[in-house]
């Protein structure tokens, strides 16, 4: 299939159709694309490009989305398309999300072919990530239908930044998301993201607290562009406050990529120092990724400090809760989903495992 139907649309007065997928509001007129590159239109509609139609597949831990305290430890089959709604000069996967060629989309894959493959690998879940699933969200919708059909667990790795008619379609349909909260500045969303904070703020909101899904975020941290004490801290304060103490938050270490090359990499004390203020400010749960830092790794009792999953890089070290969800040492719950940790794939680590699916 070529194209396929895109829904949250509409036709304007000077003929041209506009998306309304997203705060961009694209307005197209014949043959144009919106800024993702997926949505084009064609005679009087807008079409979905990418529907069926994917970048690649790996088998991975799901600590790498990251998300720690929803079923640490097991697989998870993650793909994506091509494309974003964003710009952000320093996208780490800017060879798909940024591609205009339809060569980056080589696999033609229905959601029925995803769901088997799931359970032939014997993995719970699916991932929509790479590129941003809602570009592609009428096809990440119609995959989590045919997982969640056959018992597959469904995640979305997200920025967070659609307009409110899909996005409560699209996360109705989700288990748990990862937001990448860029960082928490209007300039900065607008100068290097082409974007505005404030819908992904809402974004968050409606998934904490309109939805089911599990909810954990993301910050990668820049040197001398978000990542300093006071940003960390609003940052921080503003999860508190609006989401609260039990929302897991990562802070992720930046590496030169894309448009941004003259930046350094991000040394490992930033994120260990951005670990502490966000604790400080009353977060339970929080995370450094993208380097190697044990305490960083590890979830912790908030009640008691006692370690109760310890990780090396994304390889689960020791896993010690009780009673599904307790603190081995004073019973207090640790927020999240989690189930007996009987399976295999924690040997693989920081490994990806590519997987070929039969068109």
Known sequence: MDSYLANWWHALPDGRLQCDLCPRECKLYEGQRGLCFVRERRGNQVVLDTWGRSSGFCLDPIEKKPLNHFYPGSSILSFGTAGCNLACKFCQNWDISKSRDTDKIGQRVLPEQIAAGCLELKTPAIAFTYNDPIIFAEYAMDVADACHASGIRTVAVTAGYIHPAPRKAL???????????????????????????????????????????????????????????????????????????????????????????????????????ARRIAIDQGLRYVYTGNIH????????CPSCQHPVIQRDWYHIEAYALTHGNQCPNCSHPIAGHFESLSGEFVQFGRQRIPVQFNS
């Not at 830092?293 to 912790?300: F, P, R, S, Y």
């Open 293 to 300: 830092d044990a305490a960083g790794g590890t979830t912790d």
């Open 171 to 273: 996360f109705a349909k989700m288990d748990a998301a990862n937001v990448d909260l860029k960082a928490f500045s209007q300039s900065f969303y607008a100068s290097t993201c082409s974007g505005d904070l404030q819908t992904v703020l809402d974004t968050l909101v409606y998934i904490k607290h309109r939805t089911n899904c599990w909810l954990e975020i993301t910050t990668l941290l820049i040197p001398d562009a978000n990542d300093s004490d006071a940003e960390i801290a609003a940052l921080s304060q503003w999860v508190m406050r609006e989401l609260g103490p039990d929302v897991p938050l990562h802070f992720s270490a930046f590496h030169p990529d894309y448009k941004m090359l003259d930046k350094p990499a991000t040394p490992p004390e930033t994120l260990i120092r």
